[in-house]
Nanobody
Framework: QVQLVESGGGLVQAGGSLRLSCAAS????????MNWFRQAPGKEREFVAA?????????YYGDSVKGRFTISRDNVKNTMYLQMNSLKPEDTAVYYC??????????WGQGTQVTVSS
């Protein structure tokens, strides 16, 4: 059974940093691309970042987070991370991890709230 559990969300001031984690069960990392998405109230879900365990760990980022966020993964711990720096109020959203292909999730976590105060 596939399970994805996010953690690390919280309240932070603008300019601050947070690191999100996504713990995965099963053989997720060897079978799927791992993604981060986010959804703010009243807005559509937005692709944030993705990482591939093969192909040398290639990464992809949404335009709004390039240069500020870094995605990484620990295949031994079956955990994916999202290091978020220089946070802005517009980064406020529920952040989800998802396993699938780049930009599309097949399996989803329950989400973790990130709130950035101005």
């Amino acid at each position: 059974q596939v399970q994805l559990v996010e953690s690390g969300g919280g309240l932070v001031q603008a300019g601050g940093s947070l690191r999100l984690s996504c713990a995965a069960s099963g053989r997720i990392f060897s079978s799927y691309v791992m993604n981060w998405f986010r959804q703010a109230p009243g807005k559509e879900r937005e692709f944030v970042a993705a990482i591939i365990s093969w192909s040398g760990g290639r990464t992809y980022y949404g335009d709004s987070v390039k240069g500020r966020f870094t995605i990484s993964r620990d295949n031994v711990k079956n955990t994916m991370y999202l290091q978020m720096n220089s946070l802005k109020p517009e980064d406020t959203a529920v952040y989800y991890c998802a396993a699938g292909v780049v930009g599309t999730g097949t399996y989803w976590g329950q989400g973790t709230q990130v709130t950035v105060s101005s």
